[in-house]
């Protein structure tokens, strides 16, 4: 029984208190989280970690510990006052480790819940794109200081450019006719942004752009608001590694400036919307201060372009390879969802004039 299990997982850890009951909470794909509920304040966040997708749990969980360690001790020094910021606070087990590990090696991780905050699926008003971008600009410039060499990698080659077009190249070579006739023009498009999606990649590999901490799933419901909209805390720290900053300022535009869902079959729905760009640009470079140089700040628009186009590049290989990675709804979800990232880099581009201004 779920209840037991739960009870007896969370009794590794050293807290006093008793636990009532839970409450599974069904956002994030990956992992099993729960909210725990005591008799006494405060509530905590159960987590059991995929080890089927995360091969080094035990890094995976001290990357994010170390990082949030760092946090605190950083807004600890600055005495800040107003704005109330918060940072995700581990539970270590009885046996002073980070994670408990069951019989059936299982990993769970233990944290405090955050009282009193809200997150949000989508964006749906430029004050939340605003205070979206400051939390994450604020994660970034608080970490410029933290050594990203001395994170585990925890999914290698997530965002490597090259790397994902051998995989739609590896793609092409064994896909049915059917589907190669079905994605014949997304194939070409997809084909000719290639050399300008090498760039950002030929510049981190040269050294030329700092390796840093990096969030890598910067969608805006992983950060925690107040419920008058003010950014708290950013959560979901579980693909911490080392990076570049356009990843997760790509990213989050990504997410938040397409008009419609991402397998929205209607492309005139999809457009890439400026002032919520703006709004998130506003807000993150706020937070960022002195921490980004000349050149990371010149190719913030072609970041997020970028990463708008790897997800269009990983969905349409995924359609190549008869929907392997990615669930899908029915037959064409894969494909609607490539066509859906590559039409909002197009109504991006139509405004790209604007969006580098």
Known sequence: MKTELLKSVFSKFDDESNFASYQELASGHINDTYLINTKIQPSYVLQRINHGVFKDVPGLIENKVSVSVHL??????????????????????????????????????????I?????????????IAYEGGKLFGEFLNLTDDFDASKLTEVIPK??????RFEQFETALKNASTERLEKADVLIERVKAYKDEMHIIQRLKESGEIKMRVTHNDTKISNALFTKDKKGLCVIDTDTIMPGIVHYDFGDAIRTICNTAAEDEQNLDLVNFNIPYYQA??????EKTGDALSELELKYLPLGAKSMIF???????????????????KYPNHNFDRAQNQLKLIESMETQFNQIEN
């Not at 009282?115 to 008003?125: G, H, I, K, L, R």
């Not at 997530?158 to 790397?163: A, L, P, V």
């Open 280 to 285: 998130y640009l506003k807000g993150f470079l």
């Open 310 to 328: 790897i997800m269009g590049i990983r969905f349409l290989t995924d359609f190549l390879n008869d929907d392997v990675y990615y669930k899908t």
């Open 158 to 163: 997530f965002h490597d450019m090259s790397f």
């Open 72 to 113: 605190q001790n950083k807004l600890n020094a600055l005495e800040e006052s107003g704005q109330k910021r918060e940072v995700l606070t581990f539970v270590k087990t009885k046996e002073g480790e980070s994670y408990y590990q069951s019989e059936n090696g299982d990993y769970w991780n233990l944290m405090v819940f």
């Open 115 to 127: 009282e009193d905050s809200v997150t949000f699926e989508t964006v749906n008003d430029s004050e």
